[in-house]
C-alpha cells in the first residue's frame, strides 16, 4: 500500500516529465536548485508515505536475500542506510543468534523505531543516528555490513567513498553484502534493472551498476573475494 500511494504521489508526475529528466540529467521529484536532497524541507506526511514504501518493498526482497545469503556466522550486522529496518527483521527472525544496527539519518530512524518494535525486535536491533558523508567514519565492530537499495541512489564517485568507508569499518575478514538489482554488464538489460535505472534519473544523481562496476569499486577498496 505504500508503495502505490508513493508512485501515485510522487513517481507518477514526475514519469510524466520523462523528456524533460533525459534533456536535462537532473532529478525531477524534488529541485535540487533549493533543496539539499531529496529530503529537504519535504512534507512530512510525504515523507513517511515514501519511508513506508521503502519498507513494503524491502520486507519482500529481503526473504530473497534471506535465502541468497548465509548469515548463519554474522553475530553482528551493520545495515548503513538500512531505514525501516525490513532487513534486518527479516534476518533476526531467521538466524536467532544475530543482532542487527541500522545506521541512518536521524529523522529515519524514528520513523523506523515503530516498526523495531511493532515486530518485537527492539532488544536485538538497534538505531544509530549519522550519516555516512558527513561522518567521518561508519560505526565499528560489526562481522558484516550490507547495502541494501542504497548504492543506485548515488554518483560512482559517492559509491566508492561509501564502500571505502564500508571497508574502514570492518575487521580482518569482514563480510560487504551488496543487495540492489544488477544491470548486465553488457548494460543492454535485465528490463527491471534498466527500468529502476531509469526511474533513479528522475530521483537522484544515481542508477543501477553493473557486477563489474562493483567488483572494480570492491577490489580497489580492498575487498577480497572469500
Known amino acids: 500500500g505504500g508503495w502505490i500511494e508513493m508512485a501515485d504521489r510522487r513517481e507518477y508526475p514526475a514519469w510524466m516529465r520523462l523528456k524533460d529528466a533525459l534533456r536535462s540529467n537532473r532529478p525531477l521529484t524534488w529541485d535540487p536548485a533549493r533543496q539539499k536532497s531529496l529530503f529537504d524541507g519535504e512534507d512530512p506526511v510525504l515523507l513517511e508515505t515514501f519511508w513506508e514504501a521503502m519498507y513494503a518493498l524491502s520486507i519482500t526482497t529481503s526473504q530473497v536475500m534471506a535465502d541468497a545469503v548465509d548469515f548463519s556466522k554474522v553475530e553482528r ?3 548503513v542506510g538500512g531505514g525501516g529496518a525490513a532487513n534486518d527483521i527479516t534476518l533476526c ?3 536467532p543468534g544475530l543482532s542487527a544496527s541500522v545506521f541512518d539519518l536521524p529523522f529515519v ?3 523506523t523505531r515503530h516498526k523495531i518494535e511493532q515486530a518485537g525486535m527492539k532488544d536485538r536491533i538497534r538505531l544509530i543516528e549519522g550519516d555516512f558523508f558527513a561522518d567521518a567514519q561508519l560505526p565499528t565492530g560489526h562481522d558484516a555490513i550490507l547495502l541494501s537499495k ?3 541512489d548515488w554518483s560512482e564517485e559517492d559509491c566508492r567513498t561509501i564502500i571505502d568507508k ?9 563480510k560487504l553484502i551488496i543487495a540492489d538489482l544488477f544491470v548486465d554488464d553488457s548494460k543492454d538489460g535485465p528490463v527491471d534493472a534498466a527500468l529502476m535505472s531509469l526511474n533513479m534519473l528522475i530521483e537522484t544523481w544515481g542508477r543501477n551498476y553493473t557486477a563489474a562496476e562493483y567488483r572494480a569499486w570492491l577490489n580497489a577498496a580492498g575487498f577480497a573475494r572469500l
Open 166 to 174: 564500508c571497508f574502514a569499518a570492518l575487521a580482518q575478514g569482514g
Open 109 to 111: 530512524c524514528e520513523l
Open 77 to 79: 550486522l551493520l545495515d
Open 93 to 95: 527472525q531467521r538466524y
Open 150 to 152: 542504497v548504492l543506485l
